[in-house]
């Protein structure tokens, strides 16, 4: 499976963007992770295919999205007021097979990633 992330740019903080990701097939779990310069790799927010369970990193609670539109194999995250924190490189990833909530967040299930997608958010 193949993904590709689009929607990265520019934005002052209290502004909005929306990332996609489309897959080039089946899966059971998308998700979305971001990497700020010298830090380490980061869940963001995750959803399960089959019945768009979905989970959160804390921060982005209230302010961020996620959403599938299952007919074209997309997903969505919804960005709003975002704040300059919120700058990093935006990844989507993706596992074939479902998964328990609780481990929506962990970077190891997760098989096959996309390129990425730099989201600045300046002050």
């Known amino acids: 499976v193949q993904l590709q992330a689009s929607g990265g740019g520019l934005v002052t903080a209290g502004g909005s963007l929306r990332l996609s990701c489309v897959a080039s097939?089946?899966?059971?779990?998308m998700a979305w992770f971001r990497q700020a310069p010298g830090k380490e790799r980061e869940f963001v927010a995750a959803?399960?295919?089959?019945?768009?369970?979905?989970s959160w990193e804390d921060s982005v609670k209230g302010r961020f999205s996620i959403s599938r539109d299952k007919a074209k194999y997309t997903v969505y995250l919804q960005m709003n007021s975002l704040k300059p924190e919120d700058t990093a490189v935006y990844y989507c990833?993706?596992?074939?097979?479902?998964?328990?909530?609780?481990?929506?967040?962990?970077?190891?299930?997760?098989?096959?990633w996309g390129q990425g997608t730099l989201v600045t958010v300046s002050s």
């Open positions: 990833a993706a596992r074939p097979r479902a998964l328990i909530i609780s481990a929506l967040g962990d970077i190891a299930q997760y098989d096959y």
């Open positions: 097939g089946r899966i059971g779990v």
């Open positions: 959803i399960r295919w089959n019945d768009g369970a979905t």
